[in-house]
Nanobody
Framework: QVQLVESGGGLVQAGGSLRLSCAAS????????MGWFRQAPGKEREFVAA????????AYADSVKGRFTISRDNAKNAVYLQINSLQPEDTAIYYC????????????????WGQGTQVTVSS
């Protein structure tokens, strides 16, 4: 069982940056691949990024490549999402999620979810 708690969201101007954090409970954190998803108002949840258990492999949605960076620190049971050059279309609730298999882009493949953190980008 893994419990996830996101933090780091907020209101930021376009062009700014944020670093989202996800704190995980449990002693087997490194055995889980982690992902970030987001859901904008009126839209379906979408995949953003994923990272393998040991952090050696990452995957990104085409829409965020070059601006978003996923990373993890297994010693701290944490996963991060660095977001640069924020745009109004990045406004969404951002969720971290855990899966036994790396690279999954469908939310249904993730067994564990946090409550989300709101990111709002003003133009």
């Amino acid at each position: 069982q893994v419990q996830l708690v996101e933090s780091g969201g907020g209101l930021v101007q376009a062009g700014g940056s944020l670093r989202l954090s996800c704190a995980a409970s449990g002693r087997t954190f490194s055995s889980y691949a982690m992902g970030w998803f987001r859901q904008a108002p009126g839209k379906e949840r979408e995949f953003v990024a994923a990272i393998s258990g040991m952090g050696r492999s990452t995957a990104y949605a085409d829409s965020v490549k070059g601006r978003f960076t996923i990373s993890r620190d297994n010693a701290k049971n944490a996963v991060y999402l660095q977001i640069n050059s924020l745009q109004p279309e990045d406004t969404a609730i951002y969720y971290c999620a855990g899966s036994r298999v790396f690279g999954q882009r469908r939310g249904s493949e993730y067994a564990y979810w946090g409550q989300g953190t709101q990111v709002t980008v003003s133009s």
